[in-house]
């Protein structure tokens, strides 16, 4: 069992930056992807970016590629999401998801193959 939680959100201006932290607990041991999705208001779900156990494979949606860098502490249990260079479209909850490397290496785009969410972190950027 693998139990995660978001932490830095918050409020924010057009071109500043946040870094969003998820830790988590269980599985240390494990070779999982880590992945952040947001949900904006009155849309669906979307991904953003996902990284395989060590780093070494890191996957971003078009939209925040060259602003967002997904990175992994193991020994601390975090991965982070630093979050550059911010837009009003960036505005949504933050959701960080965690899923066996067999299941998630084909496709860390898709919701469906990560077991484990935790329950999100509000980022607002305003104009």
């Known amino acids: 069992q693998v139990r995660l939680a978001e932490s830095g959100g918050g409020l924010a201006q057009t071109g500043d930056s946040l870094r969003l932290t998820c830790a988590n607990s269980?599985?240390?041991?494990?070779?999982?992807?880590l992945a952040w999705f947001r949900q904006a208001p009155g849309k669906d779900r979307e991904f953003v970016a996902a990284?395989?156990?060590?780093?070494?494979?890191?996957v971003y949606v078009d939209s925040v590629k060259g602003r967002f860098a997904i990175s992994r502490n193991k020994d601390k249990n975090r991965t982070y999401l630093q979050m550059d260079n911010l837009k009003s479209e960036d505005t949504a909850i933050y959701y960080c998801?965690?899923?066996?490397?067999?299941?998630?290496?084909?496709?860390?785009?898709?919701?469906?193959?990560?077991?484990?969410w935790g329950q999100g972190t509000q980022v607002t950027v305003s104009a």
């Open positions: 998801a965690a899923g066996w490397t067999y299941f998630v290496e084909s496709t860390p785009q898709r919701q469906a193959v990560y077991n484990f």
């Open positions: 269980g599985g240390e041991d494990d070779p999982y992807y």
């Open positions: 990284s395989n156990w060590d780093g070494s494979r890191t």
